[in-house]
C-alpha cells in the first residue's frame, strides 16, 4: 500500500496561524510517498531514499527526546498516535520525496501526513473527513513536542484537508475551513513558485522569537490573541517591535479576507497587490524576509507578474508570483537573470496548481 502527501505554499496569510487568524494555503504537486508494508510484530522501521540508516523500534520509543532529523517528524507520528489512543500496527515504512527541504514549501507536513495516512490506513481504518481532522493534530503535535518545531497548524490542515483546484482559507478562531475556487488556468494565469535555495528551519529560533513577540504583543494589549485587535489598538504599543509585528498580523487578516473577495470578483490585479502588500508587511514589519527574497518577488514584478510574495516561515525558502500565463517563462528568465547578475546560485521553479489532499494510492 501506497500513500501521498503534498508540499504546500500560502498563498496569503503568513504567521497569522498561532495567532488565531487567517490564512489561505493550498498544495502543490510535489509531495512524499510512503510505502507501507505489514509486519508480523508489533515493531515499525522507518527507511527513506534520502538516509542510508534506518530505525527500528516501537512507538513509545519515539517520544520527545528520543529521535533527532526526519525520524523525529516520521517517528513522530506514530508516537503521538499511539498518545492519542490510537493502535499503530507492526509496519514497515519506506519514505521517497520530491519536496525541497527548507524550501518553504512544507516538506515536513507532507512527511507526517503520508507517514499518518499510512498508518491509520495500515490499521484498517477510514480515512473521512472526522480521521482528517484528528491527523492534523496528530502530525501537530509530532512536530511541536517531538520535533520541536512550533508550527501553528496551517501545513498539517492544508495538507490533510484541501480540495484538488482549491485554496483552503482557514480560520484559526474557531479551526473552520472553507474551499476556496481557484481557477487560473481558466483564466490564463499561473502562480510560480520560486526556490531560492536559501534554507530555512522552523526549530532554528526565529520563528519561535516571532511567535514570542506576537504573544508578548498581544498580552500588552490585553486581548487572548492578535486576531481580537483592531489596527487602532496595535497603534498603542509602546515597543515599536511589538508594534510591528502586530501590525503585520492585523493587516494580514484583512489582506487574507481582501483576496477572497477578490478570487471571488475574479478581479485577478487586486489579488496581486494583496500579495505584493503581505511581501512589504512581511519584509518591514514582521522581518522574516530575505535578500533572496527580496530579490525573487522585485524581479518577478519587474518582469509581469501581477503580484509576488514570500511564502512559508520566512528566513530563506520560497517566493510565489501570480502572474498571466503567457508570461510566465519571462518572469522565470527575469528572476534567474537577477539572481546571476547576484552571483547566487540559479533558483529552482516550480508550477502551482492545487493539487489536493493527502491520501492512499493503492488498496
Do not use: K
Not at 481557477?183 to 513558485?193: N, Q, T
Amino acid at each position: 500500500m501506497r500513500t501521498w502527501a503534498p508540499g504546500r505554499v500560502n498563498l496569503i496569510g503568513e504567521h497569522t496561524d498561532y495567532n488565531a487568524g487567517l490564512c489561505l494555503p493550498l498544495t502543490v504537486g510535489v509531495g512524499t510517498t510512503v510505502e507501507a508494508r505489514p509486519r508480523l510484530d508489533e515493531r515499525v522501521s522507518l527507511r527513506s531514499d534520502q538516509d542510508p540508516l534506518a530505525w527500528t523500534g516501537l512507538p513509545p520509543e519515539l517520544g520527545p527526546g528520543d529521535a533527532e532529523g526526519w525520524v523525529a517528524y516520521a517517528g513522530g507520528v506514530l508516537w503521538a498516535l499511539a498518545e492519542a489512543g490510537h493502535p499503530v500496527p507492526g509496519v514497515d515504512l519506506s519514505v521517497r520525496s520530491d519536496v525541497p527541504i527548507g524550501a518553504g514549501l512544507s516538506s515536513s507536513a507532507s512527511l507526517t501526513a503520508a507517514v499518518a495516512v499510512a498508518v491509520w490506513h495500515a490499521g484498517g481504518r477510514l480515512l473521512d473527513d472526522d480521521a482528517r481532522s484528528l491527523l492534523v493534530q496528530v502530525c501537530r503535535r509530532a512536530e511541536n513536542d517531538v520535533a520541536g518545531a512550533p508550527t501553528g497548524g496551517l501545513d498539517q490542515r492544508a495538507v490533510l484537508q484541501s480540495v484538488a483546484g482549491c485554496a483552503l482559507l482557514i480560520d484559526f478562531a474557531d479551526d473552520s475551513t472553507c474551499s476556496v475556487p481557484l481557477a487560473l488556468a481558466e483564466h490564463d494565469l499561473a502562480l510560480l513558485v520560486i526556490d531560492t535555495r536559501t534554507r530555512h528551519a522552523l526549530v532554528d529560533g526565529g520563528y519561535a522569537a516571532r511567535r514570542d513577540d506576537c504573544e508578548r504583543a498581544a498580552a500588552t494589549l490585553g486581548v487572548e490573541w492578535l486576531r481580537a485587535a483592531q489596527v487602532s489598538d496595535v497603534d498603542r504599543l509602546a515597543d515599536p517591535v511589538l508594534r510591528r509585528r502586530a501590525r503585520h498580523v492585523v493587516t494580514e487578516n484583512r489582506r487574507v479576507l481582501g483576496a477572497v473577495e477578490a478570487i471571488a470578483e475574479q478581479d485577478w490585479a487586486a489579488l496581486g497587490e494583496l500579495l505584493t502588500a503581505s511581501h512589504v508587511s512581511l519584509r518591514d514589519d514582521f522581518e522574516v524576509s530575505c535578500a533572496e527574497l527580496d530579490l525573487a518577488v522585485d524581479s518577478a514584478l519587474e518582469a509581469g507578474a501581477l503580484g509576488a510574495r514570500m511564502t512559508g516561515g520566512g528566513f530563506g525558502g520560497s517566493a510565489t508570483a501570480l502572474v498571466p500565463r503567457r508570461q510566465a517563462e519571462r518572469v522565470r528568465a527575469a528572476v534567474d537573470h537577477a539572481f546571476s547578475a547576484e552571483g547566487l546560485a540559479s533558483p529552482g521553479h516550480l508550477d502551482a496548481p492545487p493539487s489536493g489532499p493527502a491520501r492512499v494510492l493503492a488498496g
